[in-house]
């Protein structure tokens, strides 16, 4: 399910002008952060992976089960270290490796304008 070191698994169908990538605080998500899944997206299960589909992008970006669970937390209710402690429970993976994983798909996510933070409902822009 998981590989030795990683957590995360994201594999994009997508042309390279689907998502211009977007300038957000280079320190996004913090330990307080309250990600949250854009509206529009669709989550599609695909032969032992899950696959959301971006009606807005017209995209479709596959996650291994991990990285479809961290997407399954970002409903704006968990904060980012409550999505690395649910994570760290789980699983025997090293508390530091998950939230590495978790940090790095919300940011690449976010610069794709499909998480923001609840607070805002937006990626976190920079200042």
């Known amino acids: 399910m998981f590989t030795k ?8 169908s997508m042309s390279p002008e689907a998502y211009p990538v977007r300038s957000i605080e280079p320190t996004w998500p913090d330990t307080c952060s309250h990600p ?3 509206a529009g997206i669709s989550t599609v299960p695909l032969e032992g992976r899950v696959g959301i589909y971006d ?7 596959m996650f291994n089960a991990g990285a479809a669970m ?3 937390l970002c409903d704006g209710t968990a904060t980012f270290e409550g999505i690395v402690a649910n994570l760290t429970q789980r699983f025997s993976i090293g508390a530091n490796v998950i939230r590495d994983d ?10 794709m ?14 200042t």
């Open 102 to 111: 978790v940090w790095q798909m919300l940011h690449k996510l976010a610069r």
């Open 5 to 12: 070191r990683r957590i995360i698994d994201l594999q994009e």
């Open 36 to 38: 949250l899944a854009r």
């Open 55 to 61: 009606e807005v992008g017209h995209a479709l970006i």
């Open 70 to 72: 961290i997407w399954d």
């Open 113 to 126: 304008g499909l998480v923001g933070d609840q607070a805002t409902r937006e990626p976190s822009l920079p």
